[in-house]
Structure formats: C-alpha cells, structure tokens
C-alpha cells in the first residue's frame, strides 16, 4: 500500500503517510457534457482508458478541477457538474429548453412579414442547430463613406 493511500496522522515504516485525514470537498473534479465528433452526447470517451489521443483529448475537454467553493459556483454557472450523470441530463434539459424556444419562435415567425419569413429560414437552413432567435444583420461601424460625383 503505498503512502498516498495513507492519512497524514498515520505512520508506516516510520513515515507519515500522504492522504487526506477525513473527507475534503475540494479539489473536486466537474463535468461537462457535449457532442462528440460523431454527433453523440457524451461526458468523457471510452477510448480515453486504452490511450486513444482522441479520446483522451476529448475525455479532457469534458473535465476539469475546481480548487474551491467559488471557483465550483463559477462552473456551475458556466454549465459544469459534479458527476458525469448530471452533466448529461442537465445538457438534455438545456438542449429541450433550446428547442422549446425555437419552437415559440419558429410560431411566430408567421405574423411576420415575407422577406423577413426568408431570413429566418436561411439562418435556420444554414445550422443544424435549435436558433432560438435571429441574430440582428450587423452594420459596418463609423461614419459613412462620402459619395463622390464626378462631373461629365
């Protein structure tokens, strides 16, 4: 048994052992869910355990460790959890509550005028994705450009 395994307060063959006296909070890892390359919803990799640099990469991507009590409430905020199961149901309900509102969306679209009926259907056809509104067009910053007349 190596002294990693061991509480501080404890001695093995003369030497104090490593480990942590009783339970400590943190540092805790968190997870995230997300879709693999293959579209599938995943919280770590299977071929992360046998050296697969894909999976691995992935499988880290969907972890990472919080030293603290206000670092976790920072991830939580930004959609990190504390075991892979929640990590997947909470990207389900996020997903659900995404089409939700493209589904309100997509509804009210109807009242709206032609052309902007076709600017949301080239958004929409240009993602795979739930678009729960049409982003704004963007205009070119600063002053207009000053046209020049040139005389015949």
Same mark, same amino acid.
């Given at each position: 048994?190596?002294?990693?395994?061991?509480?501080?307060?404890?001695?093995?063959?003369?030497?104090?052992?490593?480990?942590?006296?009783?339970?400590?909070?943190?540092?805790?890892?968190?997870?995230?869910?997300?879709?693999?390359?293959?579209?599938?919803?995943?919280?770590?990799?299977?071929?992360?355990?046998?050296?697969?640099?894909?999976? %691995? !990469?992935?499988?880290?991507?969907?972890? &990472?460790?919080?030293?603290?009590?206000?670092?976790?409430?920072?991830?939580? +905020? *930004? /959609?990190?959890?504390?075991?892979?199961?929640?990590?997947?149901?909470?990207?389900?309900?996020?997903?659900?509550?995404?089409?939700?509102?493209?589904?309100?969306?997509?509804?009210?679209?109807?009242?709206?005028?032609?052309?902007?009926?076709? %600017? !949301?259907?080239?958004?929409?056809?240009? &993602?795979?994705?739930?678009?729960?509104?049409?982003?704004?067009?963007?205009? +070119? *910053? /600063?002053?207009?450009?000053?046209?020049?007349?040139?005389?015949?």
């Amino acid at each position: 048994m190596g002294l990693w395994n061991i509480p501080k307060n404890q001695k093995i063959d003369g030497k104090n052992g490593f480990g942590p006296i009783g339970y400590q909070d943190f540092p805790k890892m968190m997870y995230r869910a997300q879709p693999n390359a293959n579209g599938k919803i995943m919280c770590g990799h299977p071929l992360a355990a046998v050296g697969d640099a894909t999976g %691995e !990469a992935f499988s880290r991507s969907c972890q &990472t460790i919080v030293q603290d009590q206000e670092e976790s409430d920072q991830m939580i +905020k *930004r /959609g990190w959890y504390e075991t892979p199961d929640l990590a997947l149901s909470g990207y389900e309900h996020d997903q659900k509550s995404l089409a939700d509102i493209a589904a309100m969306r997509h509804f009210s679209d109807q009242k709206m005028s032609a052309l902007a009926q076709e %600017e !949301a259907r080239v958004v929409d056809n240009a &993602t795979s994705e739930h678009v729960p509104s049409i982003p704004a067009p963007r205009k +070119k *910053r /600063g002053r207009p450009r000053k046209r020049v007349v040139v005389p015949d």
